[in-house]
């Protein structure tokens, strides 16, 4: 017994310094008690109604001065949110602005494009009545008879053999 009591008090101390919650524990494995299951022993203290008053009347100015201190708004933070309404604003400003000139420059391309539509349909008319139009045999006549134009004998006609690529240039002047 001497040697549990003696063990106990050691653990106590050792538990004490270290911050744990456990006292009195024994070398056997066993505890005797934790910490804070008993109530304080000014649990039972008798208060006056008073003191519990005062310290209601007390917990309630603190708590109304708290309140009011909230629903006050200091200069800064006043302006801070002046500053962020005014940003928000030109923000949202600009944003419409560019939406705007977005949905003008779309329907500006949509009516070029039909321009470019018609424009393309009209020279299409337009070319397709000139090729019509177009005689190869007056074309012909107005070149022999007006222009002297003749067409090439067999000894002005000379054949070359096929090259690699399509052109051909003529760097000297040909044998007659």
């Known amino acids: 017994m001497v040697r549990a009591a003696q063990g106990s008090n050691r653990n106590k101390k050792r538990n004490r310094q270290s911050g744990s919650i456990y006292h009195g524990a024994f070398e056997g494995g066993r505890s005797s008690f934790i910490n804070g299951t008993a109530a304080p022993d000014d649990f039972w203290s008798e208060v006056s109604q008073e003191e519990t008053h005062r310290n209601n009347a007390d917990l309630r100015m603190i708590a109304l ?13 006043v302006i801070f949110l002046a500053s962020l309404v ?3 604003t030109l923000s949202l400003v600009g944003y419409i602005k560019l939406k705007s000139d977005i949905s ?25 009545e000139i090729v019509g139009n177009v005689d190869l045999e007056e074309i012909r006549r107005i070149a022999i008879d ?16 096929e090259t690699k690529g399509d052109l051909v240039h003529q760097v000297t002047d040909l044998d007659k």
Not at 66 to 71: D, K, L, P, S, V
Not at 113 to 118: A, D, F, I
């Open 104 to 128: 003008s420059t779309n329907k500006t391309i949509s009516s070029l494009e039909s321009r470019l539509t018609e424009m393309r349909a009209s020279n299409n008319e337009v070319y397709n």
């Open 146 to 161: 007006e222009f002297g134009m003749k067409y090439a004998n067999q000894d002005q006609i000379v054949v070359y053999s």
């Open 65 to 77: 001065r708290n309140r009011e201190n909230a629903m006050q708004m200091n200069l800064r933070y």
């Open 86 to 88: 005014a940003v928000l």
